[in-house]
């Protein structure tokens, strides 16, 4: 695969991470363009103005967006929690594709607004319906302060190393897990329980001299057992 003309697709694409396209993120989007599996126009964030952008790296026409895959969406919303109705199920965190919200398991939630990309993936998985998708004032404000397309970049960039990180600790993770469950398997059956079985060892010697203190004592005349 021709890697150089996928990092360029992928610097052009928004980094939304939001799978409209049809694929797991903007790089397989990208990696689909290249292998011939997907078209040019088919990124509703990235909006008109990426596809002309590929179409010229690729030197073939352009073509309107396929509304199929949605329509542009907005740089300036981000997800916000409602933190009094939240039950801590940690499904928005799992579907967050850039580790933009934080909380843990049975505790409320919360989106840190600057990481979130506005793709929406976590509003469908909350039980809730407590996530909503709001304007955000920070990046108007930057909107109006810089040029569009330098501020895209930015937030592009920064969401690129997000999902790459999080890509990253999900292998990891995966890793680990199956290393554990290999270790699980091939561990004799004595060696996954010698710390319980020492346990028991132990209480079961404490019992046994607790029970022979009693049955000394009961055993001994009266003025001793008193003393
Ligand atoms: S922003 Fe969304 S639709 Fe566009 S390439 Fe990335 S994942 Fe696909
Ligand atoms: S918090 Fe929600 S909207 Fe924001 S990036 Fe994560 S999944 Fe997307
Ligand atoms: S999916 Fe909804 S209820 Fe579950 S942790 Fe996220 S915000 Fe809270």
């Known amino acids: 695969m021709n890697q150089l003309l ?21 790089r397989p989007y990208a990696e689909a363009i290249v292998e011939g599996g997907a078209d040019i126009n088919q990124c509703p964030p990235g909006g ?49 594709p850039v580790d933009a919200i934080i909380g843990a398991a049975k505790q409320m939630h ?23 998708m709001i304007p955000v004032d920070k990046k108007a404000a930057d909107l109006a302060n810089s040029s569009v397309d330098a501020v895209k970049k930015q937030a592009a960039d920064k969401a690129r190393l997000r999902y790459q990180f999080r890509q990253q600790r999900i292998a990891h993770e995966r890793q680990a897990d199956h290393k554990a469950r290999t270790q699980e398997l091939i561990q004799p059956p004595q060696a996954q329980t010698s710390s319980e079985v020492r346990k028991q060892a132990i209480i079961s010697a404490a019992l046994k001299r607790a029970a022979a203190i009693r049955a000394r004592t009961e055993n001994k005349p009266d003025f001793i057992k008193n003393k």
């Open 6 to 26: 996928i990092e360029k697709i992928d610097a052009i694409l928004p980094q939304t991470q939001c799978k409209k396209c049809g694929f797991a993120g903007c």
């Open 48 to 96: 008109q103005q990426g596809i002309q952008k590929i179409a010229e790296l690729l030197g073939i026409p352009t073509k309107p967006l396929n509304t199929m895959h949605g329509f542009p969406g907005s740089l300036q919303v981000v997800a916000w929690i409602d933190e009094n109705l939240c039950i801590g199920c940690t499904f928005c965190i799992q579907s967050c």
């Open 110 to 132: 919360t989106v840190i607004a600057d990481e979130c990309t506005g793709c929406d993936l976590c509003v469908t998985p909350c039980p809730m319906d407590c996530i909503s």
